[in-house]
């Protein structure tokens, strides 16, 4: 069975930093791309940043500079360090992994396994 379990996040001050992890289990996801959505409170859920197989990394544009994605294949790990967080980064951030190569790494559509998701909230 495979799961992806997010960690990491929490209540963290404006300007502030935090690293989420997602360990995936059930399944080795070293030859497939993986990423990072989030969903704000009456919003949909929005593409943050994904890593090809390859080491590829792609982000959304009004995150780059600020967020940063990378994988560990020993430990079937993919990380998000998020720095100089604001207000509006505020949302429940989810894992999630291919089954196979797609073209697209932005769509929902593209990923066949999701975490839970986990809390960021960054407040004063």
């Known amino acids: 069975q495979v799961q992806l379990v997010e960690s990491g996040g929490g209540l963290v001050q404006p300007g502030g930093s935090l690293r989420l992890s997602c360990a995936a289990s059930?399944?080795?996801?070293?030859?497939?791309?993986m990423g990072w959505f989030r969903q704000a409170p009456g919003k949909e859920r929005e593409f943050v940043a994904a890593?090809?197989?390859?080491?590829?990394?792609y982000c959304a544009d009004s995150l780059k500079g600020r967020f940063t994605i990378s994988r560990d294949n020993a430990k079937n790990t993919v990380y998000l360090q998020m720095n100089s967080l604001k207000p509006e980064d505020t949302a429940v951030y989810y894992c999630a992994a291919q089954s196979r190569f797609y073209s697209s790494y932005v769509a929902r559509t593209a990923y066949d396994y999701w975490g839970q998701g986990t809390q960021v909230t960054v407040s004063s």
């Open positions: 890593i090809r197989s390859s080491g590829g990394t």
């Open positions: 059930g399944h080795t996801f070293s030859g497939v791309a």
